[in-house]
């Protein structure tokens, strides 16, 4: 072999490792190999359609916007358009998407059910929706600057959905909650719930009534709105809020009312069903902590002398802490 022969081969041999090195560099520059989350849960309420001033703000993104061109977006490798699968075998989104329907008439319910009387449920809950409504649309990006106003919309945030679905999913998921607005000049909020990423969007801006997402002609006019979800779900996000714990999470409820115009029907009302609601919330967490100490003394007991007891018998001496009497069932 000569040596022309070797060079070229050599140059060949070079040329071919140098397409595999980039062409392996392509496949792993993904903007977010880090983000160890591939799950999305995208919870869309059927029953949420405040009216604010005469205008409806109706929940009008369809189910088929949400779980293809969205979550496709969101979870692209870059900002151009791929195909369904790209050179390297890989999906076009990262997420898996699951919708979730939530009810805000059900999940208020929770905090107004009394199990004795039933007195002023309907009406608490209506008057708790609308109260939601009006926070979230006098709130403004600027206010949350404030400790007390942050907790507050922490609290009318989260009493939205259905709590005990969310405390029980995996810390894998992440949750995109799409609500009509969530503040009057600002469309993503995001949240650490515990161990759980939530980001909150608004379908509106209520402060210039336009949409945060343009349904027609084409979904790629949204790219500005998909960039700001992007940014706040894998940058750093400048509308945030964090809950660790009890105190966190319910605090707002102490100071909800004064968020209302004392002269709209909803800020009339607001303290006489904000009683009850406190009331609720202070049994329901009462009785969770009761039980969860049942649940660990009778464990402590089974581990210390397993002939103690039957496990699968119920324990009569002392049983679980009853809410029969109680004002609040969380059963």
């Not at 703000?57 to 699968?85: A, C, F, K, W």
């Not at 209520?206 to 960039?227: A, G, I, Q």
């Not at 009850?276 to 009462?286: A, K, T």
Request: proline share 5%.
């Amino acid at each position: 072999m000569s040596n022309q022969q070797l060079i070229v081969i050599l140059i060949i041999l070079f040329v071919l490792v140098l397409i595999t090195f980039k062409i392996s560099l392509k496949c792993g520059s993904e903007n977010f190999d880090n983000h160890e989350k591939v799950r999305i849960k995208y919870h869309i309420f059927t029953d949420f359609v405040p009216d604010i001033n005469g205008k409806k703000y109706y929940n009008y993104l369809p189910e088929r916007h949400i779980t293809q061109p969205l979550n496709n977006e969101i979870g692209s490798n870059g900002d151009v358009e791929l195909p369904p699968v790209d050179g390297c075998g890989n999906t076009f989104s990262r997420f898996d998407p699951v919708i979730q329907k939530e009810s805000i008439f059900d999940n208020l319910s929770l905090y107004f059910t009394n199990q004795q009387e039933k007195y002023n449920v309907y009406e608490g809950v209506e008057n708790e929706i609308n109260s939601t409504a009006l926070i979230l649309n006098s709130l403004s990006k600027n206010s949350l600057s404030d400790y007390t106003t942050r907790k507050v919309l922490q609290f009318v945030l989260l009493n939205t959905l259905n709590n005990y679905k969310l405390d029980n999913d995996s810390r894998e998921i992440i949750h995109i909650v799409i609500l009509p607005f969530v503040l009057k000049d600002a469309n993503v909020i995001k949240m650490d719930y515990y161990d759980k990423e939530i980001y909150f969007v608004g379908l509106y801006t209520p402060l210039d009534n336009s949409k945060f997402f343009k349904t027609y002609p084409r979904w790629h006019n949204n790219k500005e709105s998909v960039d700001k979800i992007k940014q706040s779900m894998f940058g750093d996000s400048d509308t945030r809020l964090s809950v660790s714990g009890l105190d966190d999470r319910y605090s707002g409820v102490n100071d909800k009312c004064k968020f209302l115009t004392p002269h709209c029907n909803a800020g009339v009302d607001c303290e006489r069903y904000n009683n009850l609601m406190i009331e609720n919330i202070y049994n329901m967490n009462r009785q969770i902590s009761m039980y969860n100490n049942y649940l660990q003394v009778q464990q402590s007991i089974q581990n210390n002398n397993p002939s103690m007891r039957n496990p699968n018998c119920p324990d009569t001496e002392n049983p679980p802490p009853a809410n029969a009497n109680a004002k609040f069932s969380f059963l």
